[in-house]
């Protein structure tokens, strides 16, 4: 398959199994990933050939850089010693302990071979640890430790994983030649690192005070560096993962500097690399779907391995690692406990109990730098000879890379407390912007009283409370438009926010008063027909409407769907009545006030049913039905409006637009007001504010782009 060909399929897996997420909740969208490229692979008989070098500097230089980018915060800084200790000598002890465990276990498998998979099995995804140990209130000292870890511990684990790997390829180990060599690697990739984003850094000051300050050239600039740099210290011999990882801790320290003076660049450049860790991520564990039959039918095929025993090697080498990091973190937090400047720092942190390190080992979730560094194993060795169980080493590790998925995605939601569920790179934004604003809180503030999700719903209703006061005759249909589409951002949040059983209850009670208000605009329309008002063919089309978003109603009530052919059968019908018209010659005129005759009287009857229901039923004592109420009455009001004709190119059009732009910028004026509110009552903390903030920013930038691009139509 052609390579671009093939990039475009990836990509479009990608998005497919993020929509899959969407509705398989319980299943990381790594897990989808992965069955995805295996069905491509099953299905179409399709292999992407891998190469070693560019496959390590097309995913691993930028997945590194951004994790640099994402370190250190205040918290993990303080804890640097430690954090790196964990992260150099875990994978030490993992290198080495696990991989001599590998040997036992595996007849045949060379002990070099053993240490490079005990190494690259190694790091941890730091989204699904960070997730974890958020969601399941371990203390904050091990939340910060296991989450500083994670984020430094790829390049620990690469470097091991190189050196156990060359060891395999070529035959010959020397410790004081892997010494000697470990350390100009590391210094030299160090320097290499530090040196060219300096100069990157500096360049880009230099073009900015000439007045080159073009935040997408910047951007641009920005995602080339890992890659430049990962080749810059590969040339030399140095490590070209100590070299992003250094360069991406530095552009995060640069970054702070510019933020005031440049915010836009730093808006770009976030949601840009959001959009390049999503992509490659995804990419990766499709790649490995795709790479598993060859893997499989390789480890299947060998008499010396079969199915069953390749499986119970996953299931055992998994354990080997839960325990080995579950035993670290309970003795290394007791022995902490007993250092003094640890009492003195976390006086106040819960001991390091078993049911702790339990938990703490389930945070090593394996992701897409493991699968990266595996996929990179080569085919052969120096002699010309087939690498040693490399189709076993392939199964193995992606077979522990979804155990863990597997066994963290099963076990978050019955040891959180909230019904979590686990995050790994490329999640949703919003959901890590939440657990960031938690997470970056100062130690000394207690926890937000408001969720995020909380706070843009207060924020939503806020600007309906203003748009319903700004609301008059001349500005009526800009005014429920926006309030229509405030009203299915506060749904979707809703439904979000609340517990199962209440959306449940909510979603009952607005089934009922959608009957009710369907049966009004039922009545109403027999009535126009009665009087002779509306003809035996506009009577019997509406009637047939109203009906069939009955059923619907009631299906939805008994959890049913209509069939598909009931769709289809009344888009046919209502084609039909378009050129029965057409054809007899009917007038189109008396057609059309005859329909705005009919949508707007039916819905005058649906919005009198519904304030009648109201007044008589207990809904103003309960917040939620209410809103339920108010909701479908807005719908309802907004088709009214919708039944005014407004000519495109008229004043009215042009007022139409100039009312809707001035309302929507009173109402983000009122979502800015209304986040200083939260913040004043202590509903939520600095960090979530400046989220908020930033949200209500992205919408203010869209309306002012859509403005630019009506512009420059015009001009």
Same mark, same amino acid.
């Given at each position: 398959?052609?390579?671009?060909?093939?990039? *475009?399929?990836?990509?479009?897996?990608?998005?497919?199994?993020?929509?899959?997420?969407?509705?398989? !909740?319980?299943?990381? %969208?790594?897990?989808?990933?992965?069955?995805?490229?295996?069905?491509?692979?099953?299905? &179409?008989?399709?292999?992407?050939?891998?190469?070693?070098?560019?496959?390590?500097?097309? &995913?691993?230089?930028?997945?590194?850089?951004?994790?640099?980018?994402?370190?250190?915060?205040?918290?993990?800084?303080?804890? @640097?010693?430690? *954090?790196?200790?964990?992260?150099?000598?875990?994978?030490?002890?993992?290198?080495?302990?696990?991989?001599?465990?590998? #040997?036992?276990?595996?007849?045949?498998?060379?002990?070099?071979?053993?240490?490079?998979?005990?190494?690259?099995?190694?790091?941890?995804?730091?989204?699904?640890?960070?997730?974890?140990?958020?969601?399941?209130?371990?203390?904050?000292?091990?939340?910060?430790?296991?989450?500083?870890?994670?984020?430094?511990?790829?390049?620990?684990?690469?470097?091991?994983?190189?050196?156990?790997?060359?060891?395999?390829?070529?035959?010959?180990?020397?410790?004081?030649?892997?010494?000697?060599?470990?350390?100009?690697?590391?210094?030299?990739?160090?320097?290499?690192?530090?040196?060219?984003?300096?100069?990157?850094?500096?360049?880009?000051?230099?073009?900015?005070?000439?007045?080159?300050?073009?935040?997408?050239?910047?951007?641009?600039?920005?995602?080339?560096?890992?890659?430049? =740099?990962?080749?810059?210290?590969?040339?030399?011999?140095?490590?070209?993962?100590?070299?992003?990882?250094?360069?991406?801790?530095?552009?995060?320290?640069?970054?702070?500097?510019?933020?005031?003076?440049?915010?836009?660049?730093?808006?770009?450049?976030?949601?840009?690399?959001?959009?390049?860790?999503? %992509?490659?991520?995804?990419?990766? &564990?499709?790649?490995?779907?795709?790479?598993?039959?060859?893997?499989?039918?390789?480890?299947?095929?060998?008499?010396?391995?079969?199915?069953?025993?390749?499986?119970?090697?996953?299931?055992?080498?998994?354990?080997?690692?839960?325990?080995?990091?579950?035993?670290?973190?309970?003795?290394?937090?007791?022995?902490? @406990?007993?250092?003094?400047?640890?009492?003195?720092?976390?006086?106040?942190?819960?001991?390091?109990?078993?049911?702790?390190?339990?938990?703490?080992?389930?945070?090593?979730?394996?992701?897409?730098?493991?699968?990266?560094?595996?996929?990179?194993?080569?085919?052969?060795?120096?002699?010309?000879?087939? &690498?040693?169980?490399?189709?076993?080493?392939?199964?193995?590790?992606?077979? %522990?890379?979804?155990?863990?998925?597997?066994?963290?995605?099963?076990?978050?939601?019955?040891?959180?407390?909230?019904?979590?569920?686990?995050?790994?790179?490329?999640?949703?934004?919003?959901?890590?912007?939440?657990?960031?604003?938690?997470? !970056?809180?100062?130690?000394?503030?207690?926890?937000?009283?408001?969720?995020?999700?909380?706070?843009?719903?207060?924020?939503?209703?806020?600007?309906?409370?203003?748009?319903?006061?700004?609301?008059?005759?001349?500005?009526?249909?800009?005014?429920?438009?926006? =309030?229509?589409?405030?009203?299915?951002?506060?749904?979707?949040?809703?439904?979000?926010?609340?517990?199962?059983?209440?959306?449940?209850?909510?979603?009952?009670?607005?089934?009922?008063?959608?009957?009710?208000?369907?049966?009004?605009?039922?009545? @109403?329309?027999? !009535?126009?027909?009665?009087?002779?008002?509306?003809?035996?063919?506009?009577?019997?089309?509406? @009637?047939?409407?109203?009906?069939?978003?009955?059923?619907?109603?009631?299906? #939805?009530?008994?959890?049913?769907?209509?069939?598909?052919?009931?769709?289809?059968?009344?888009?046919?019908? #209502?084609?039909?009545?378009?050129?029965?018209?057409?054809?007899?010659?009917?007038?189109?005129?008396?057609?059309?006030?005859?329909?705005?005759?009919?949508?707007?009287?039916?819905?005058?009857?649906?919005?009198?049913?519904?304030?009648?229901?109201?007044?008589? #039923?207990?809904?103003?004592?309960?917040?939620?039905?209410?809103?339920?109420?108010?909701?479908? =009455?807005?719908?309802?009001?907004?088709?009214?409006?919708?039944?005014?004709?407004?000519?495109?190119?008229?004043?009215?059009?042009?007022?139409?637009?100039?009312?809707?732009?001035?309302?929507?910028?009173?109402?983000?004026?009122? !979502?800015?007001?209304?986040?200083?509110?939260?913040?004043?009552?202590?509903?939520?903390?600095? %960090?979530?504010?400046?989220?908020?903030?930033?949200?209500?920013?992205?919408?203010?930038?869209?309306?002012?782009?859509?403005?630019?691009?009506?512009?420059?139509?015009?001009?």
């Amino acid at each position: 398959m052609n390579i671009i060909e093939a990039v *475009i399929i990836l990509v479009l897996l990608v998005l497919l199994s993020n929509i899959l997420g969407h509705y398989l !909740e319980a299943i990381p %969208v790594s897990l989808i990933q992965v069955t995805l490229g295996l069905l491509w692979s099953i299905i &179409f008989h399709i292999t992407i050939p891998l190469e070693t070098d560019w496959f390590l500097l097309l &995913f691993i230089a930028p997945l590194l850089f951004n994790d640099g980018r994402r370190f250190p915060k205040s918290e993990l800084w303080t804890l @640097r010693g430690p *954090i790196l200790a964990n992260a150099v000598l875990l994978v030490f002890l993992t290198t080495l302990l696990g991989g001599w465990l590998f #040997h036992l276990l595996i007849p045949g498998l060379p002990l070099s071979v053993g240490f490079a998979l005990a190494a690259i099995l190694s790091p941890t995804d730091p989204v699904a640890v960070t997730s974890i140990a958020e969601q399941v209130s371990l203390p904050s000292a091990i939340i910060h430790l296991v989450s500083g870890e994670s984020l430094i511990n790829d390049a620990s684990g690469l470097i091991g994983f190189k050196y156990a790997l060359a060891a395999a390829v070529t035959g010959t180990f020397s410790l004081w030649s892997a010494a000697g060599d470990f350390l100009y690697t590391s210094i030299a990739g160090f320097v290499v690192g530090f040196v060219v984003m300096t100069g990157l850094q500096m360049l880009r000051e230099v073009l900015r005070r000439s007045g080159i300050n073009d935040p997408v050239f910047n951007t641009v600039l920005q995602l080339v560096g890992p890659f430049v =740099i990962y080749l810059g210290a590969e040339a030399i011999h140095a490590s070209g993962v100590i070299a992003v990882v250094t360069a991406g801790v530095l552009a995060h320290v640069s970054e702070n500097r510019i933020v005031e003076d440049l915010p836009e660049q730093r808006l770009l450049i976030e949601r840009t690399w959001d959009i390049v860790v999503y %992509v490659l991520n995804g990419i990766v &564990f499709i790649i490995l779907g795709d790479e598993l039959p060859s893997a499989t039918k390789a480890t299947i095929a060998d008499p010396a391995t079969g199915t069953w025993r390749a499986i119970g090697y996953v299931i055992v080498i998994w354990l080997i690692l839960f325990i080995l990091r579950a035993v670290w973190i309970y003795v290394y937090g007791t022995l902490s @406990r007993l250092s003094k400047n640890w009492r003195i720092e976390h006086k106040n942190t819960e001991p390091v109990t078993i049911k702790t390190a339990i938990v703490s080992g389930l945070t090593g979730v394996r992701g897409a730098i493991t699968l990266a560094g595996v996929l990179t194993i080569p085919a052969t060795i120096s002699n010309g000879d087939a &690498f040693p169980e490399r189709s076993l080493i392939l199964f193995v590790a992606a077979g %522990v890379i979804v155990l863990s998925l597997v066994i963290a995605a099963v076990t978050l939601p019955l040891i959180s407390r909230r019904g979590a569920m686990l995050l790994t790179r490329g999640s949703q934004v919003d959901t890590l912007e939440e657990l960031t604003a938690q997470e !970056e809180a100062d130690d000394g503030e207690t926890v937000p009283l408001m969720s995020v999700d909380e706070a843009k719903t207060y924020l939503s209703k806020t600007a309906v409370r203003v748009l319903e006061s700004l609301r008059r005759p001349e500005n009526q249909r800009a005014a429920y438009d926006l =309030i229509l589409d405030y009203q299915f951002i506060i749904r979707r949040l809703q439904m979000r926010t609340q517990p199962s059983e209440d959306v449940k209850t909510m979603i009952d009670f607005e089934v009922d008063i959608r009957r009710i208000a369907l049966q009004g605009e039922l009545k @109403r329309l027999q !009535e126009l027909h009665d009087a002779g008002l509306v003809n035996i063919w506009n009577f019997r089309y509406y @009637r047939r409407q109203i009906k069939w978003r009955l059923r619907n109603v009631d299906a #939805h009530q008994r959890r049913e769907a209509l069939p598909a052919w009931r769709t289809a059968r009344r888009l046919i019908r #209502h084609g039909l009545r378009r050129v029965r018209i057409l054809m007899t010659g009917n007038d189109m005129v008396t057609f059309r006030q005859q329909r705005q005759l009919v949508e707007t009287e039916t819905a005058k009857a649906a919005i009198a049913r519904l304030s009648r229901f109201f007044k008589v #039923h207990n809904a103003k004592k309960n917040a939620q039905q209410r809103q339920s109420v108010y909701h479908l =009455i807005v719908h309802y009001r907004y088709r009214i409006e919708r039944r005014h004709p407004v000519t495109n190119g008229s004043a009215r059009q042009l007022q139409y637009e100039t009312n809707l732009r001035d309302l929507r910028v009173r109402a983000l004026a009122a !979502e800015r007001s209304a986040v200083t509110e939260l913040l004043d009552a202590g509903r939520i903390n600095a %960090v979530m504010a400046a989220n908020l903030r930033q949200y209500v920013n992205y919408s203010e930038n869209v309306l002012m782009l859509g403005e630019d691009l009506q512009t420059e139509a015009t001009s």
